[in-house]
Nanobody, 122 residues
Framework: QVQLVESGGGLVQAGGSLRLSCTAS??????MGWFRQAPGKEREFVAA????????AYADSVKGRFAISRDNAKNILYLQMNTLKPEDTAVYYC?????????????????WGQGTQVTVSS
């Protein structure tokens, strides 16, 4: 049974930092990523990375502030979020793909976590 379990969300002031984690189990994946959904908005791409390979991708809105990484030995995906802004407030979802995805395309991911809330106060 595939499980993706996120942790690390919370409340932070603007300019602060948080690190999200996603622990994966149940099978191997080709790529993993983070998406977010704010109230009343579509779920949008944040960042993604190949599990085996150097390729990663970021949404323009988070480039230079967020960094995605993985620990393959522990099957954990991370999202380091720095210089957080109120507009980063959303539920953040971990996603995993079992076949080669276009990293930024939501529908290319097969498995999703339950989400973790990130709230950035101004």
């Amino acid at each position: 049974q595939v499980q993706l379990v996120e942790s690390g969300g919370g409340l932070v002031q603007a300019g602060g930092s948080l690190r999200l984690s996603c622990t994966a189990s149940g099978r191997a994946f080709v790529a993993m990523g983070w998406f977010r959904q704010a109230p009343g908005k579509e779920r949008e791409f944040v960042a993604a990375i190949e599990v085996i390979g150097p390729v990663d991708a970021y949404a323009d809105s988070v480039k230079g502030r967020f960094a995605i990484s993985r620990d393959n030995a522990k099957n954990i995906l991370y999202l380091q979020m720095n210089t957080l802004k109120p507009e980063d407030t959303a539920v953040y979802y971990c996603a995993a793909a079992s076949s080669a995805p276009t990293l930024s395309i939501r529908s290319d991911y097969d498995y999703w976590g339950q989400g973790t809330q990130v709230t950035v106060s101004s």
